[in-house]
């Protein structure tokens, strides 16, 4: 596997967090990645992300979203994926910049949707455009749900 280094930035590109992964699968416009929570414990109320808990990840470039799926760290058990609502993805061969619109989606294994932080995106300064991409991705994202598309076809 090839180490990836992944960047994530607030909506106007400034780094907030990066961390490390290794390359599972790509192509031309999207790259999945494996990574470990690096993060202490935290209880977000619809579920409990662990120290080194399990993260497959998608990004892409032609996309204004991105994908986590998360595995427990003791039993590997799937405990959902958390969807980021982004610009589309910079990738280059070591490296994945995500420019991050605060908008989310939790996805429970079960299929139930849950929409966070649209308060925190309704806040941004957006323009029409991108604002208007943003809540497409998160309405896109709700249909791949529905339609138990990749990667929600567990």
Not at 36 to 57: H, S
Not at 82 to 103: F, G
Request: hydrophobic share 40%; charged share 30%; net charge negative.
């Amino acid at each position: 596997m090839t180490p990836i280094t992944v960047y994530k930035l607030d909506h106007e590109g400034r780094e907030v967090w990066h961390y490390d992964g290794e390359v599972l699968a790509r192509d031309a416009t999207w790259v999945q990645l494996e990574a470990r929570f690096n993060r202490p414990d935290r209880d977000l109320g619809y579920a409990v992300f662990r120290l080194n808990d399990r993260f497959v990840e998608w990004f892409y470039t032609d996309r204004w979203y991105n994908i986590f799926e998360i595995h427990d760290v003791e039993d590997d058990h799937l405990k959902g994926w958390y969807c980021n609502i982004t610009r589309p993805a910079l990738l280059t061969e070591d490296a994945i910049r995500s420019d991050d619109l605060a908008l989310d989606l939790w996805v429970h294994p079960t299929g139930e949707t849950l929409t966070l932080d649209e308060d925190e995106f309704a806040a941004l300064t957006l323009d029409d455009e991108t604002r208007g991409h943003a809540l497409d991705a998160l309405q896109q994202l709700k249909q791949l749900v529905v339609s138990g598309d990749a990667p929600f076809n567990r």
